[in-house]
């Protein structure tokens, strides 16, 4: 089945220490994303891409970098320039094509702790 | 970007009716409106979407008002397993420079 997979499951960093979380997709998706989550709050955009080669900022991206060499792929790691870096993070994508009609898919999420 | 209003929580009974609004006073012509779900620990579900007509799937209905400044998931019979927290958001016919973005949502406490 098509689907977004986030790995791993549950992520432990140290101080100083950059991390990366892994989203892959088989939905032939052009848009991906990536979301944090803190407890009791909704989703915050960090990092977006529309195209292979090509991202953008979301609305708390400091501290965070993003790479989009491959459709399937958008990896997110965590810098240690991101001083409260627990959260649970979000991997989304959704086809571009008559985009309002189609539904954004999001992957089981990636639960990072600081050590 | 046009936005969503929901209640923080609501409660049901299990096997009952559940109906849950979203306000959308700023809806565009061109925006659909999508309802996800978040169960704990896991990413957010699609639950259903539409444009102007009332919509059915085997999870949910979606009931939209004559003017689209609103509308209500509506779950037919509550189980347990539809506690969670739904979000209704806005999407765009076409993305251009739209982000999309999810609000707090409404928490649902189903009761046995």
């Known amino acids: 089945d098509g689907g977004i997979t986030q790995s791993p499951k549950y992520l432990f960093r140290k101080e100083g220490q950059n991390v990366t979380l892994s989203c892959e997709q088989n939905?032939?998706?052009?848009?991906m994303y990536w979301y944090r989550q803190d407890p009791g709050q909704g989703l915050r955009l960090i990092y977006y891409?529309?195209?292979?080669?090509?991202?953008q900022k979301g609305d708390i991206a400091e501290g965070y970098s993003v790479s989009r060499e491959k459709k399937e792929s958008f990896p997110l790691t965590v810098t240690s320039a991101q001083k409260n870096p627990t959260a649970f993070y979000l991997c989304?994508?959704?086809?571009?094509?008559?985009?309002?009609?189609?539904?954004?898919?999001f992957g089981d999420g990636t639960r990072l702790s600081i050590l | 970007d046009a936005k969503t209003t929901q209640p923080n929580s609501m409660e049901s009974n299990e096997e009952e009716p559940v109906h849950l609004p979203c306000n959308h006073s700023t809806i565009s012509g061109t925006d659909y409106i999508h309802w996800y779900r978040q169960l704990p620990s896991q990413g957010p579900e699609y639950v259903i979407h539409?444009?102007?007509s009332n919509v059915n799937n085997r999870m949910a209905s979606l009931a939209i008002a004559e003017d689209r400044k609103s509308s209500t998931l509506i779950l037919h019979r509550a189980t347990l397993r539809d506690a969670a927290v739904y979000y209704c958001?806005?999407?765009?016919?076409?993305?251009?420079?739209?982000?999309?973005?999810f609000g707090r949502g409404t928490s649902l406490i189903v009761h046995p």
């Open positions: 539409g444009l102007t």
């Open positions: 891409s529309q195209i292979v080669n090509d991202f």
């Open positions: 958001i806005l999407r765009p016919a076409s993305g251009g420079s739209y982000i999309p973005t």
């Open positions: 989304a994508s959704n086809s571009a094509m008559s985009y309002g009609n189609q539904p954004q898919h």
């Open positions: 939905l032939n998706h052009d848009a």
